[in-house]
């Protein structure tokens, strides 16, 4: 039996993964590796994004902390 170069789970309206196998990715054409490692890089960069944008969404929820006079007698 042929060992899978890589595995996927899904699971719907949750997650998508997808598992490669490291000595199998050592079989691939040099193409396809240079592909698969440029595409890491996309991948990292548009997790970024999402992180940046979730950091930029709690910003906005924090209420701003406001002075306020209070007298004294």
């Known amino acids: ?32 590796r240079e592909h698969f490692l440029g595409a890491r890089k996309e991948t990292l960069l548009a997790l970024r994004t999402l ?8 910003e906005e929820e924090e209420p701003t902390r406001r002075r306020r006079e209070i007298e004294v007698e």
């Open 51 to 58: 992180v940046d944008a979730a950091i930029a969404r709690l």
């Open 1 to 32: 039996m042929a060992e899978k170069l890589f595995e996927v789970e899904y699971t719907p309206g949750e997650e998508l993964v997808f598992r490669f196998r490291k000595p199998a990715f050592c079989l691939l054409p040099p193409e396809a």
